[in-house]
């Protein structure tokens, strides 16, 4: 890394950690805009950039160098496949091999719930995950009794074709092709890495947890059953939220690594539970997994899906610089009246705006959210989904950078 | 006995609604009793959860309720005694293939009465040109989870409109991420992101409400 850079790095990185620490940096930290639009941008459709790794690379490197931000704006590569990296927690040098499906690997493995451009989508469509019911209800007692036995004996054979038999050669050698393909993908994944550290980003990124409750709902029981089951059988799905938070926890410092010191947690559940449901079934266990990340030397950075307005206030039983609160729905501004000093706060630029605003509106609804959001410190501006789509207009996005860069200085 | 169903309904005693519903529904005139209350306990639900007292767990459970109630008592009804106040295409546009928010939209409009044609999930443009002339609705329902959708919608609305048929019908969006601003950018006439909302606005457009 060239001494420019490394010291471009080293700045970024301190605009982001000062906000973690609820303080003001000299300019307010900024992820960056991105998402399926990287490929538009670059004149490939989404198709080529979820299944060749050098059109891919090359498409971030010409966004990342024409809208630099305080993180490189990477966009979506995949999705991630959760019930195998519990499958095989045990194994943490594998991490970077079964937790996450891409274009490629998809088709070595075949997962049920995934959809990719080319595949089973339009090919200018966004990865996308489906899930629907992997588990029985009757199956609550063997997911308590053994979270990875279960999930590798019983639910990998449902969600990944090619291990519908551990014991077939089929699902020996799709495990091999995974294995040379992730060597493959790796190689351009270090070579992006490289030009990525030329321009001034330090190496890293984020582990992933999820709400034990999330799991359960998105992964194993889909969502419509979840819901029956917490008025059915309320005991053993509080049981399971229990049983399956240690093993999320394994495979979340799995990921640790240099540069990845923190637990991105992506909320899904919260907007649908009422405050009772959401304290006696969701909330316990996120709760005891953010404390347990602290303990194990990671932060987290909560996804907070749709409204969380109804269960903000519960954030501050967390201890005070914690992690960070990153909002969708939930007005940012509301948030900092009650978390100010105490939680880092990510989000306010609405995407719907910056796919049908003008340049002038976004200039000016920037300077706005800035204004109210900055004093004090604290806070990281993020768009509050991460995907902007292929059409929205490039003289938005730069109008979004532009107002950061004018308004953005402490 | 619909006081009581009423009151089990809406708060979620799901045993009990079913329970009584399969009671009242065998007697004299009891379907067309079990039907009413089971859509006024739905616009209950969506009083309450625009009230921010339910929540979306609450939907998807009332939902349900109305699914398993309606099994048994949609058989037991005459033709004119559902009546329709109004048809609506629904589906979610192409390029998106979510149905959570869509399959709880849907109950909850049929609760209120609206005759609702699903054309399903990734629905190619051309699909909802061709359901809009098969079945002439009122209305229709554009829905979308992920961002795609947006441009997804705009260019629906724009085949529709090129087809000669946007004059004849009102269109609704829906999702987690439509707003006033990816409404007035896509060119429909009202949006919601809860279903509940999204029954009422659809009332409204109906001259319903």
């Known amino acids: 890394m060239a001494v420019d850079a490394k010291q471009l790095a080293a700045e970024r990185a301190a605009r982001l950690k000062a906000a973690v620490e609820l303080k003001e940096p000299d300019r307010v930290p900024f992820t960056g805009i991105g998402g399926d639009v990287i490929a538009a941008y670059a004149g490939i459709t989404s198709y080529e950039f979820n299944f060749d790794y050098e059109k891919q690379c090359q498409a971030i490197i010409k966004y990342v160098k024409d809208f630099p931000s305080d993180q490189p704006v990477i966009g979506m590569t995949g999705l991630g496949n959760h019930v195998a990296s519990m499958a095989f927690s045990d194994y943490p040098d594998l991490y970077p091999i079964i937790s996450r499906v891409d274009g490629p690997t998809n088709d070595i493995l075949g997962v049920d719930y995934c959809r990719f451009p080319g595949r089973e989508l339009d090919e200018n469509s966004s990865p996308q995950f489906i899930g629907r019911e992997y588990m029985s209800a009757e199956e609550y007692d063997e997911l308590i009794a053994d979270p990875v036995k279960f999930c590798f004996e019983k639910i990998l054979p449902r969600i990944v074709r090619a291990f519908r038999d551990m014991k077939a050669p089929e699902a020996h050698a799709a495990m091999a092709r995974l294995a040379l393909e992730k060597a493959k993908a790796g190689a351009a994944m270090r070579d992006m890495f490289r030009q990525l550290q030329e321009l001034g980003y330090a190496p890293g990124g984020l582990s992933v947890f999820f709400a034990p409750l999330d799991f359960i709902g998105d992964q194993l029981r889909d969502i419509p059953n979840l819901i029956k089951d917490l008025r059915r059988y309320p005991d053993k799905v509080k049981a399971a939220t229990e049983a399956v938070l240690e093993p999320l926890l394994k495979v979340s410092v799995n990921a640790k690594g240099p540069g990845v010191e923190t637990a991105m947690i992506p909320l899904h559940l919260n907007e649908y539970l009422s405050p009772a449901l959401y304290n006696e079934f969701y909330w316990p266990t996120l709760k005891e997994g953010i404390l347990r990340l602290a303990e194990l030397g990671m932060k987290s950075q909560v996804f907070f899906e749709g409204r969380h307005d109804a269960h903000l206030e519960t954030i501050l039983e967390l201890p005070a610089g914690w992690g960070t609160a990153y909002f969708e729905k939930t007005d940012v501004r509301k948030a900092k009246k009650l978390l100010q000093g105490h939680t880092c706060i990510m989000g306010g630029i609405d995407v719907g705006m910056v796919i049908s605003s003008t340049p002038a509106k976004l200039d000016e609804y920037i300077k706005e959210i800035l204004g109210e959001m900055m004093p004090g410190g604290g806070f990281i501006l993020a768009p509050n989904i991460g995907n902007l789509p292929r059409e929205t207009p490039i003289e938005n996005i730069r109008a979004v950078y532009e107002a950061v860069e004018k308004y953005g200085k402490y | ?209």
């Not at chain 2, 939209?105 to 990734?122: P, R």
């Open chain 2, 1 to 209: 006995m619909r006081e009581e169903l009423l009151k089990s309904f809406v708060d979620m005693d799901e045993q009990e609604a079913v329970r009584i519903a399969r009671e009242l529904v065998e007697s004299d005139g009891g379907a067309v009793a079990v039907l009413e209350t089971c859509k006024e306990a739905m616009e209950e639900v969506g009083r309450l959860f625009e009230a921010g007292e339910y929540f979306l767990s609450e939907l998807i459970a009332a939902g349900d309720m109305f699914n398993q109630i309606m099994e048994f008592t949609l058989p037991k009804l005459q033709g004119d005694e559902v009546a329709s106040i109004g048809t609506m295409v629904l589906g979610t546009v192409q390029g998106d293939v979510h149905n959570i928010g869509k399959d709880i939209f849907k109950v909850m409009a049929e609760a209120s009465g609206i005759n609702v044609i699903d054309i399903g999930i990734d629905v190619p443009h051309e699909k909802f040109v061709e359901a809009i002339k098969e079945h002439k609705p009122e209305l229709v329902g554009m829905c979308c989870l992920i961002t795609l959708g947006v441009d997804s919608m705009k260019r629906t609305i724009e085949v529709i409109k090129e087809a000669g048929l946007r004059d004849d019908i009102k269109i609704i969006i829906g999702g987690g991420r439509v707003s006033q601003a990816v409404m007035e950018h896509v060119g429909a006439d009202a949006w919601a992101d809860d279903a509940a909302r999204g029954v009422r606005l659809s009332k409204e457009l109906l001259g319903k409400e």
